[in-house]
Nanobody, 121 residues
Framework: QVQLVESGGGLVQPGGSLRLSCAAS????????MGWYRQAPGKQRELVAA???????NYADSVKGRFTISRDNAKNTVYLQMNSLKPEDTAVYYC???????????????WGQGTQVTVSS
């Protein structure tokens, strides 16, 4: 069974940094893209950053210049380095993967369980 396991959330003061990690495990043929989404209380889930297998990245305007997404294809792992954190970054952060389990079959979209990030003094 394929699963995504996230780590690295926590409580940090404004201006601080955190690094999130997400590792995919199971019988996976190829991970086409991985990304991070977040959902704050009372708000819809939104894309934070994504990265393709080729390394092309996409960021929400609100995090450009502060967050950096990267991936280790050999480890099926994606990272999100978050710097200059603001209280409005407080949310549950979810890892997402767009992947193929068996060559020639359809793609799958899977989610991690989420990790809480709280930015507060």
């Amino acid at each position: 069974q394929v699963q995504l396991v996230e780590s690295g959330g926590g409580l940090v003061q404004p201006g601080g940094s955190l690094r999130l990690s997400c590792a995919a495990s199971g019988n996976i043929f190829s991970i086409l893209a991985m990304g991070w989404y977040r959902q704050a209380p009372g708000k819809q889930r939104e894309l934070v950053a994504a990265i393709t297998i080729g390394g092309r990245t996409n960021y929400a305007d609100s995090v450009k210049g502060r967050f950096t997404i990267s991936r280790d294809n050999a480890k099926n792992t994606v990272y999100l380095q978050m710097n200059s954190l603001k209280p409005e970054d407080t949310a549950v952060y979810y890892c997402n993967a767009d992947l193929i389990l068996v060559p020639g079959t359809s793609r799958h979209d899977i989610w991690g369980q989420g990790t809480q990030v709280t930015v507060s003094s």
